[in-house]
Nanobody, 116 residues
């Protein structure tokens, strides 16, 4: 079972930045996503990075968030700039690998709070 572990959450003032990390326990993956869930709301898609490095973003974060990956470290990052109070949520990472050694694993989440 491949474990996915997020880190980097915390409290930040509006307009500030945070970088989240997501590591898949020593296992290469093909695709990775970030989702988030705010209190009282459903989990929503934030961004995706594919095997070839192509990316996709929710409209609400375009131009402010950037997803990237370091294949040597089996890690994906989410750089969040220009944070707003409405970005407050638990952020979840999901990593998937197909073929030999296939897995589809979620992390436990990391809290991001944007408040003055």
């Amino acid at each position: 079972q491949v474990q996915v572990v997020e880190s980097g959450g915390g409290l930040v003032q509006p307009g500030g930045s945070l970088r989240l990390s997501c590591a898949a326990s020593g296992s290469p993956f093909n695709e990775a996503w970030w989702y988030r869930q705010a209190p009282g709301k459903e989990r929503e898609f934030v961004t995706l990075i594919s095997r070839d490095g192509s990316t996709n973003y929710a409209d609400s974060v375009k131009g402010r968030f950037t997803i990237s990956r370091d294949n040597a470290k089996n890690t994906v990052y989410l750089q969040m700039n220009g944070l707003k109070p409405e970005d407050t949520a638990v952020y979840y990472c999901r990593c998937r690998r197909w073929g030999i050694g296939a897995f589809d694993s979620w992390g436990q989440g990391t809290q991001v709070t944007v408040s003055s």
